[in-house]
């Protein structure tokens, strides 16, 4: 089986994992989640260089942040399908008791998180600490992350990418989905940001555009691309041009899906247009 | 009784400072962090000692906070530095959800806490950051009372593994306990030994809680003055213990009575041994400018009216 083939097939597989957490508590947003499907299998499967056990520290290997946490049911389902702890757990999502909070934590010990998120614009803050702490113990490897558009509203975001070109952190690689939509509607409409790409620009990074961001191939050559730019004294971000809800047509092209679970009748659909590949929790 | 006297005042901040010296000569893990407040922060000498453990964050208190939660990553015990409004109200969600809710080892160092960083005003006199950080699950709080305490208390949350508050001020204040004492968090010490009343005091106002025992005992009360430099975990077997004693107590503390040590010490009594207690602190106010002293007696936070409290407090049982 080719590698594309491969990995085509996990995300189908999370795919369906996003639907069915969602539906089962009628709760959590799928739409960004499905948005970034592609961009989760890839990072990691392919792109991060990460160990197959988790210890919070991540001494020499790559680690990853996700900054905009509603997108919880796409990095659970990622984490479960590369290993992190057993993919049944997905049924708990939400429920009480349950590791797999509405939003990521530390608190309740699941593997595979390192910070909580949920509340926005926090992310890159704490993926600058850690590549620094990086820095200091003369571990070369990266850090990743992932912000939502809509999250660069939050004022924090911009103190760290100041920070961040200023004190030359260069093992950092923080991408941005840049599915153009947030909660009341498209970016343009709630509050239009301009270049996103310009503003990254002007405070000193180096920023590489995915213009197919729900193409596996394009998000392996553009992420090592991305790569290939670390170690060089600035910072690099990766604008990753997605469509919220990719892979269940409904969902598609439309904030709708922020926030909102399928109906059975929905699910079923959704499920329909993505075959059970690994096997479904 | 036991009487404390002092030979020299200093501001609580430079304990700090000197403690932190210490930790970067000690412990290679102990990272500093600053927003643009290096001096008056007394972070100079850490920062010349180990240039490559600083990080000169600029003005951005929040990003700061994110920064030291990620340090903690490679298993750094980043200590942040600046002033108590900026270190807690500023940033109260970056400390509750990176800090916190994360369980990360992250001291945050507060100096300037109170009215009696003086001039400056209200817009930099927090009177609520005790009340903000005990709330928040986890987080230890300590409010150490002079320059030898505050450099122990530095010293001693190195080694302890969680997030921790460390408050302290501005102003000159007594040196009164012994150089070199050992600080154990949440173990308040008994200062004096009395049986007509208990006065349990924080930070600086422990030396106006003994001024205030002299006073008393030249009228004829014996007070217990209890040093509670931890507020959160609170001592609860000594406030119990003394009052059981005393029955009655004096809580002081230069923070809004709503929400600070007073309002703790009133729920251990509650559940477990209702008791008389009068408060000192500020009520229900913010600050002005003014000088520490005079700003002490404005807002009823020195000596006096802590005896006159322990009288209230003693006719009340």
């Known amino acids: 089986m080719s590698k594309i083939k491969h990995l085509e097939d996990i995300c189908t597989q999370v795919r369906r994992d996003i639907l069915r957490q969602v539906h089962k508590v009628n709760s959590g947003h799928p739409g960004g989640s499905l948005g970034c499907a592609e961009f989760f299998v890839a990072l990691y499967n392919e792109i991060m260089d990460r160990k197959e056990t988790f210890d919070m520290d991540g001494a020499d290997e790559d680690l990853f942040f996700l900054s905009n946490g509603h997108i919880s049911p796409v990095f659970y389902s990622v984490l479960a399908r590369a290993g992190y702890f057993p993919v049944e757990e997905l049924n708990t999502f939400r429920l009480i008791d349950s590791r797999l909070q509405g939003h990521p934590t530390t608190h309740e010990g699941l593997p595979g998180i390192r910070i909580a998120s949920g509340s926005l614009g926090q992310g890159m803050s704490v993926a600058l600490g850690a590549a620094q702490a990086k820095k200091l113990n003369g571990d070369n490897k990266l850090v990743y992350t992932l912000h939502g558009d809509g999250e660069l509203q939050e004022g924090q975001n911009w103190e760290a990418i100041m920070y961040a070109s200023a004190k030359k952190v260069d093992n950092l690689i923080a991408t941005v989905d840049l599915n153009g939509q947030q909660i009341d509607g498209s970016t343009d409409d709630v509050l239009p940001m301009g270049s996103i790409k310009g503003k990254f620009e002007a405070f000193g990074w180096t920023v590489l555009e995915i213009e197919a961001g729900n193409d596996l191939e394009a998000i392996l050559d553009g992420m090592a691309k991305a790569k290939a730019e670390t170690g060089k004294g600035k910072p690099v971000c990766v604008l990753l041009k997605t469509i919220m809800g990719n892979g269940v047509d409904f969902m598609m092209h439309t904030h709708a899906w922020h926030g909102k679970a399928p109906n059975d009748e929905q699910l079923e659909a959704g499920l329909a247009q993505n075959p059970e590949t690994l096997g479904d929790y | 009784m036991k009487t404390y006297t002092y030979t020299e005042k200093k501001d609580t901040r430079s304990g700090f400072g000197a403690g932190l010296t210490e930790l970067g000569r000690t412990n290679p893990n102990v990272v500093a962090l600053c927003a643009d407040l290096i001096g008056s922060l007394k972070m100079n000498d850490f ?109 001693a949350i190195a080694e302890y593994e969680g997030p921790v508050y460390l408050r302290f001020g501005r102003p000159s204040v007594p040196i009164f306990t012994p150089e070199n004492q050992k600080f154990e968090i949440g173990k308040a010490i008994q200062l004096t030994e009395g049986n007509d009343v208990t006065i349990v005091a924080t930070g600086h106002l422990v030396w106006e809680a003994l001024e205030a025992s002299k006073v008393l005992h030249a009228a004829g009360i014996s007070a217990e003055v209890i040093n509670i430099h931890t507020i959160k975990p609170l001592d609860d077997d000594a406030i119990l213990t003394s009052v059981s004693k005393t029955g009655c107590i004096v809580t002081a503390e230069e923070h809004n009575i709503l929400g600070g040590l007073g309002e703790s010490v009133a729920r251990v009594l509650a559940t477990k041994l209702p008791t008389p207690q009068e408060f000192v602190g500020t009520n229900d106010t913010f600050g002005e400018s003014g000088t520490p002293a005079q700003l002490m007696e404005k807002y009823g936070l020195n000596s006096a009216i802590i005896v006159e409290k322990a009288k209230k407090a003693i006719a009340r049982k």
Not at chain 2, 89 to 107: E, L, M, T, W
Request: net charge neutral.
């Open chain 2, 47 to 155: 920062i010349k000692e180990n240039p490559e453990r600083f990080f000169q964050i600029g003005i951005a208190e929040a990003n700061m906070m994110g920064i030291a939660a990620g340090l903690t990553i490679g298993g750094k015990i980043p200590f942040t530095g600046t002033f108590a409004n900026f270190a807690t109200g500023r940033v109260y969600d970056q400390i509750r959800q990176s800090i916190a809710y994360s369980d990360k080892n992250v001291k945050i160092c507060a100096s300037h806490a109170g009215l009696t960083l003086g001039e400056d005003g209200a817009t930099h006199q927090i009177l609520e950051d005790i009340g903000l950080m005990k709330m928040l699950p986890g987080m230890v709080v300590i409010n150490p009372c002079d320059y030898n305490q505050t450099k122990a208390a530095t010293i």
